[in-house]
Antibody
Framework: QVQLVESGGGVVQPGRSLRLSCAASGFTFSSYAMHWVRQAPGKGLEWVAVISYDGSNKYYADSVKGRFTISRDNSKNTLYLQMNSLRAEDTAVYYC?????????????????WGQGTMVTVSS | QSALTQPASVSGSPGQSITISCTGTSSDVGGYNYVSWYQQHPGKAPKLMIYEVSNRPSGVPDRFSGSKSGNTASLTISGLQAEDEADYYCSSYTSSSTLYVFGTGTKVTVL
């Protein structure tokens, strides 16, 4: 079945780095844009980044621009989020999510498949 | 980019109808039909309920409906059921550098 499974979360000190992965299965991964969305404990959802289906376009939330890098390996059906210079306010559950539109020429209108999330805690 | 504004909580009895509002600006909700709604049960991942303002994905009950007027989008749940108790978030594409914004979230309680 269609599935996204995140991994790589954990506890990290402020200023350090962490890389998250999201393994996709059950659909043609290379045909969909992919997003990262995070949720701080007890808080709402926050969009983090998107990468186009072919990896040629990447966009970031202002809150992570210059510190986080989204990438994908379509041969491995895997999405990544490299997080550098981590701050306490980056503490959250990180979800990967699929953009709803296949081979989108424009922006996604929704996020239709979500992973179960991976927890990132930034603390000394 | 500020979060879209939703009421913190909405409640209703089984069988009743409730409506959740989602207020933004002309740069997001009012400017695009890329408004979506998500249901999130405690400890679970969000689930897409509505896309493009009023479209339901396959498998979502027709008790859920969406609409938009100006800068405000709405999610209506008709015939409220116990399993509808959850947090609900709206989302919109935006013209800002942060491409997508979510709402502040609404906790729905079934009395």
């Amino acid at each position: 079945q269609v599935q996204l499974v995140e991994s790589g979360g954990g506890v990290v000190q402020p200023g350090r780095s962490l890389r998250l992965s999201c393994a996709a299965s059950g659909f043609t991964f290379s045909s969909y844009a992919m997003h990262w969305v995070r949720q701080a404990p007890g808080k709402g959802l926050e969009w983090v980044a998107v990468i186009s289906y072919d990896g040629s376009n990447k966009y970031y939330a202002d809150s992570v621009k210059g510190r986080f890098t989204i990438s994908r390996d379509n041969s491995k059906n895997t999405l990544y989020l490299q997080m550098n210079s981590l701050r306490a306010e980056d503490t959250a559950v990180y979800y990967c999510a699929r953009g709803r539109v296949v081979v989108a020429a424009g922006p996604d209108d929704a996020f239709d498949i979500w992973g179960q999330g991976t927890m990132v805690t930034v603390s000394s | 980019q500020s979060a879209l504004t939703q009421p913190a909580s909405v409640s209703g009895s089984p069988g009743q109808s409730i409506t959740i509002s989602c207020t933004g600006t002309s740069s997001d909700v009012g400017g695009y039909n890329y408004v979506s709604w998500y249901q999130q049960h405690p400890g679970k991942a969000p689930k897409l309920m509505i896309y493009e303002v009023s479209n339901r994905p396959s498998g979502v009950p027709d008790r859920f409906s969406g609409s938009k007027s100006g800068n405000t989008a709405s999610l209506t749940i008709s015939g409220l059921q116990a399993e509808d108790e959850a947090d609900y978030y709206c989302s919109s594409y935006t013209s800002s550098s942060t491409l997508y914004v979510f709402g502040t979230g609404t906790k729905v309680t079934v009395l």
